[in-house]
């Protein structure tokens, strides 16, 4: 175990000198002007001005020379300052991190928990009404965007019958210190469910087939002739067996739930990191567009890695692959 863990973690580094690369180069050649990003669009300079800024940050010089200084920038901490917020990347990021970590997580459980149960009565309940409907359902919203699926739940529940607001973290033009609970919570309702509800359909038909392969097993037809019960078979054979392969495919969701997020906190106006990426993409904030890139990439791969640890610790021939 330590040895795999130890070879993920090497991966991970040359994972991020890749997407540090790929996301430099994307940007260098993009046609986004990181000067006039941050000076805005009407102010007009004089070319003087213009190359002295170059120089200060550095635009004057080569591409390898530029991705090297921001590279060891980077190493050492320093993200760069946003052009949008006029602060610190480090310190947008971290504003905005624990919004999408809650709302993520959220999804992430209630999406496994219910992906699970939903598969699992498909299962037990094969070819009648219950197995129909659940397969539609699955079917139906595997094939559904999230971000049409969130516009239909803001016209739905926010404009026709008003249960939920329409976005954002808080009430408009209220300072966030004095945001009560209850209204985040009001407000983190809607986001949280649209993103679940795509994520429960994978889960969902996995665990469906996973749970039919246990129940069509010769071990559980001699349980069904010793007069187990259908509860008794869940409980003794289904659970067991189709369980671990569920919780691994989960863990390995986190690059759907993040891409995911990203629609869901642009369609609600969720002030979370996707929502962020969204604005410095669309406005030329190239520091915080490649901070967040690379902060997702870890979170990515820290998913892939505990699906990894997680099937290893279960099957020694995962371990002796790897």
């Given at each position: 175990?330590?040895r795999l863990i130890l070879?993920?973690?090497?991966?991970?580094?040359?994972?991020?000198?890749?997407?540090?690369?790929?996301?430099?180069?994307?940007?260098?050649?993009?046609?986004?002007?990181?000067?006039?990003?941050?000076?805005?669009?009407?102010?007009?300079?004089?070319?003087?001005?213009?190359?002295?800024?170059?120089?200060?940050?550095?635009?004057?010089?080569?591409?390898?020379?530029?991705?090297?200084?921001?590279?060891?920038?980077?190493?050492?901490?320093?993200?760069?300052?946003?052009?949008?917020?006029?602060?610190?990347?480090?310190?947008?990021?971290?504003?905005?991190?624990?919004?999408?970590?809650?709302?993520?997580?959220?999804?992430?459980?209630?999406?496994?928990?219910?992906?699970?149960?939903?598969?699992?009565?498909?299962?037990?309940?094969?070819?009648?009404?219950?197995?129909?409907?659940?397969?539609?359902?699955?079917?139906?919203?595997?094939?559904?965007?999230?971000?049409?699926?969130?516009?239909?739940?803001?016209?739905?529940?926010?404009?026709?019958?008003?249960?939920?607001?329409?976005?954002?973290?808080?009430?408009?033009?209220?300072?966030?210190?004095?945001?009560?609970?209850?209204?985040?919570?009001?407000?983190?309702?809607?986001?949280?469910?649209?993103?679940?509800?795509?994520?429960?359909?994978?889960?969902?038909?996995?665990?469906?087939?996973?749970?039919?392969?246990?129940?069509?097993?010769?071990?559980?037809?001699?349980?069904?002739?010793?007069?187990?019960?259908?509860?008794?078979?869940?409980?003794?054979?289904?659970?067991?067996?189709?369980?671990?392969?569920?919780?691994?495919?989960?863990?390995?969701y986190f690059a759907e739930?993040?891409?995911?997020?990203?629609?869901?906190?642009?369609?609600?106006?969720?002030?979370?990191?996707?929502?962020?990426?969204?604005?410095?993409?669309?406005?030329?904030?190239?520091?915080?567009?490649?901070?967040?890139?690379?902060?997702?990439?870890?979170?990515?791969?820290?998913?892939?890695?505990?699906?990894?640890?997680?099937?290893?610790?279960?099957?020694?021939?995962?371990?002796?692959?790897?």
């Open positions: 175990m330590p070879l993920r973690v090497l991966r991970l580094g040359t994972l991020l000198i890749g997407v540090s690369v790929l996301a430099f180069t994307l940007v260098y050649n993009s046609p986004i002007d990181p000067i006039q990003a941050y000076i805005g669009a009407d102010v007009n300079i004089t070319d003087e001005q213009l190359a002295k800024l170059r120089e200060h940050w550095g635009l004057d010089r080569s591409p390898v020379e530029q991705y090297l200084a921001w590279a060891g920038s980077m190493l050492q901490g320093d993200f760069g300052t946003s052009t949008l917020y006029k602060a610190p990347v480090i310190d947008v990021m971290g504003a905005r991190f624990g919004a999408s970590l809650a709302l993520m997580g959220v999804a992430w459980t209630m999406s496994g928990v219910l992906g699970y149960l939903l598969g699992a009565t498909a299962a037990m309940h094969r070819g009648r009404l219950a197995d129909r409907v659940i397969s539609w359902y699955s079917y139906t919203l595997s094939a559904t965007p999230t971000f049409w699926l969130g516009i239909v739940f803001l016209i739905v529940f926010s404009v026709w019958l008003g249960w939920f607001p329409v976005g954002l973290a808080g009430p408009l033009g209220v300072p966030a210190a004095d945001v009560t609970f209850a209204q985040r919570i009001h407000h983190f309702v809607l986001p949280a469910i649209t993103l679940s509800a795509v994520g429960v359909a994978n889960i969902a038909m996995h665990t469906r087939e996973k749970m039919t392969d246990v129940l069509n097993s010769d071990y559980v037809a001699f349980a069904r002739a010793r007069g187990e019960s259908d509860s008794q078979i869940f409980r003794n054979h289904g659970f067991r067996n189709s369980v671990v392969p569920a919780v691994t495919l989960q863990f390995a739930l993040f891409g995911g997020s990203v629609l869901a906190e642009t369609v609600f106006s969720y002030p979370g990191l996707g929502s962020t990426l969204t604005e410095a993409a669309l406005g030329g904030d190239v520091p915080l567009l490649l901070g967040i890139v690379l902060v997702s990439a870890v979170f990515v791969f820290t998913g892939n890695l505990i699906a990894e640890v997680v099937n290893a610790a279960i099957d020694p021939r995962v371990r002796r692959r790897a």
